[in-house]
């Protein structure tokens, strides 16, 4: 499965877009992007997924770039409750995930 | 609908004793994850299981360690004898067949003392 590179940690201020980036320059075709988020002593939680296109939910949107070596995760108005540690996988239908030390979203009021 | 039901939500034991943490999975999916997490290796797979059948146990770290799931709503992690560097926060998550998407439960927060 692609490894993930994402920053260690961000700043966001409350009521801003929160950007969360991810390099996975070497995805391969039949890979999809996952996004999860930990809470502070809480489990992961399933934030939003894709594989070529862009892809919105309630909770964010996840923006694929078109070589697939990158995504974006924006969570459109950060609110306090979203500070928390962001993890991005790139993993094939069926494969078990990797989770990396992913970043921790900081939001500032 | 209930999410992934763990427990314990914290355990603490001496070293040596036996430990036995349980995970009920979301009704209906039928792929069981149990992880463990530290602050020194993150979060491991440590095993997981399709339709009650043990499929990859590698990440099981020695024989000290076992998952049982005895039926589609309830699975096991037992550690024996139990030690100090087993401390950790240990999940359990469960997915459906029809995607990867996993969910995760609260967690079991160990201490070995």
């Known amino acids: 499965d692609a490894k993930t590179t994402q920053p260690p940690s961000m700043d966001c201020a409350e009521g801003r877009a929160a950007n969360l980036p991810c390099n996975h320059s070497?995805?391969?075709?039949?890979?999809?992007v996952y996004w999860y988020r930990q809470i502070h002593s809480q489990g992961p939680q399933y934030i939003i997924h894709?594989?070529?296109n862009n892809e919105t939910n309630e909770m964010a949107s996840l923006i694929i770039t078109e070589d697939r070596k990158s995504s974006t995760l924006i969570l459109p108005h950060a609110t306090l409750r979203d500070t928390a540690v962001y993890y991005c996988?790139?993993?094939?239908?069926?494969?078990?995930?990797?989770f990396g030390p992913g970043t921790r979203l900081s939001v500032l009021p | 609908d209930a999410g992934v039901i763990q427990s314990p939500r914290h355990e603490v034991t001496e070293m040596g004793q036996e430990v036995t943490l349980r995970c009920k999975p979301i009704?209906?999916?039928?792929?069981l994850f149990w992880y463990r997490q530290t602050m020194m290796r993150g979060l491991e797979l440590l095993i997981y299981?399709?339709?009650?059948?043990?499929?990859?146990d590698s990440g099981m770290p020695e024989d000290r360690f076992s998952a049982k799931m005895p039926n589609a709503s309830f699975s096991t992690l037992k550690i024996q004898p139990s030690e100090p560097r087993d401390s950790a926060v240990y999940f359990c998550?469960?997915?459906?067949?029809?995607?990867?998407?996993?969910?995760f439960g609260p967690g079991t927060r160990l201490t070995v003392l």
């Open positions: 998550a469960s997915r459906a067949g029809s995607t990867d998407t996993q969910y």
């Open positions: 070497t995805i391969s075709g039949n890979e999809y």
């Open positions: 894709g594989l070529k």
């Open positions: 996988i790139a993993q094939r239908y069926g494969q078990n995930f990797v």
């Open positions: 009704s209906g999916h039928n792929s």
């Open positions: 299981f399709n339709n009650n059948v043990p499929i990859d």
